[in-house]
């Protein structure tokens, strides 16, 4: 399994923008797909963005569709979210996972980041 660690996360305005990385510690993950989850206090953790190791392919929940990217850089061995248009109900700490399967299932990601926070002010 790879540890994860993601940044980027903050306190910004509604219609705000925001880019989350997130960066293996100690060895590459160019050969996993990785998704971004997200957690709000008082809901499960929900999928919401993932791309093929090749970065390919991507997929998004639909209420995040046309507002937030996913990218990822296999040189810097970072990928990353970018969160625009950013609404108050986007508020939840925002998580990086890595699979050995192109997946939107949370249960089929190995690894996981601790997590960082995103709060959107109306």
């Known amino acids: 399994q790879v540890q994860l660690i993601e940044s980027g996360g903050g306190l910004v305005q509604a219609g705000g923008s925001l880019r989350l990385s997130c960066a293996p510690s100690g060895r590459t993950f160019s050969s996993y797909s990785m998704g971004w989850f997200r957690q709000a206090p008082g809901k499960e953790r929900e999928f919401v963005a993932a791309?093929?190791?090749?970065?390919?392919?991507?997929s998004y929940t639909d209420s995040v569709k046309d507002r937030f990217t996913i990218s990822r850089d296999n040189a810097k061995n970072t990928v990353y979210l970018q969160l625009s248009s950013l609404k108050p109900e986007d508020t939840a700490v925002y998580y990086c996972a890595a699979s050995m399967k192109w997946t939107t299932l949370r249960n089929e990601y190995i690894s996981w980041g601790q997590g960082t926070q995103v709060t959107v002010s109306s």
């Open positions: 791309i093929t190791w090749s970065g390919s392919s991507t």
